[in-house]
């Protein structure tokens, strides 16, 4: 049964640093790219980022591109955000997702809360 | 970037109801527009891909149809455990972009 478990979200003030992990499980990690979502409170979902599946590009929305770096750990089946320079409308639940062509498995979110 | 338009932003149905959902996308995307479902508090869930296929699982009154700019979502008899928010998303270009979404609320 295939699983992504997100990790790592947490209050952090603006201008800090966060890393969120995405376990994932039940399928062949390495032969899938993987996405970063978000929502902000009561708003729609936002692509973030993506990895191919061995790492070998990726791209960022422009909301958060030269901020935050994404990167994945074929051997431990693990997907990182790292979150840089944090603002306020940062604040969101991320998600990972799993790319098959459309996005079929999805994490349950973490919260990432930026404040002072 | 492909700005997906979705109408209604809301609507209040019943159970029972033919609901349709529409989305709009700035420029040609094919077929390559998803649809999800998503309830408070949860994931988004897959629910049709490439336009109008059925992911395993999805009951079959849920349908999907369209291509180039212009896509629906079908209900073709609203359930009680679909009043969610549907979102459309291209998978043409990136960035993937999502549309605002679509509350469907009880009557």
């Known amino acids: 049964q295939v699983h992504l478990v997100e990790s790592g979200g947490g209050v952090v003030q603006p201008g800090r640093s966060l890393r969120l992990s995405c376990a994932a499980s039940?399928?062949?990690?390495?032969?899938?790219?993987i996405h970063w979502v978000r929502q902000a409170p009561d708003k729609g979902l936002e692509w973030v980022a993506v990895?191919?599946?061995?790492?070998?590009?990726?791209h960022y929305a422009d909301s958060v591109k030269g901020r935050f770096t994404i990167s994945r750990d074929n051997s431990k089946n693990t997907l990182y955000l790292q979150m840089n320079s944090l603002r306020v409308e940062d604040t969101a639940v991320y998600y990972c997702?799993?790319?098959?062509?459309?996005?079929?498995?999805w994490g349950q979110g973490t919260l990432v809360t930026v404040s002072s | 970037d492909i700005q997906m338009t979705q109408s209604p932003s809301s609507m209040s149905a019943s159970v029972g109801d033919r609901v349709t959902i529409t989305c709009r996308a700035s420029?040609?995307?094919?077929?390559?527009l998803n649809w999800y479902q998503q309830k408070p508090g949860e994931a988004p869930k897959l629910l049709i891909f490439?336009?109008?296929t059925l992911q395993s699982g999805v009951p079959s009154r849920f349908s999907g149809s369209g291509s180039e700019t212009d896509f629906t979502l079908t209900i073709s008899s609203l359930q009680p455990e679909d009043f969610a928010t549907y979102y459309c998303q291209q998978t043409d270009y990136t960035p993937r972009t999502f549309g605002q979404g679509t509350k469907v609320e009880i009557k």
């Open positions: 490439d336009a109008s």
């Open positions: 420029q040609s995307i094919r077929n390559s």
């Open positions: 997702a799993r790319d098959n062509g459309a996005w079929d498995y």
């Open positions: 039940g399928f062949t990690f390495r032969n899938f790219g």
């Open positions: 990895i191919w599946y061995d790492g070998s590009s990726t």
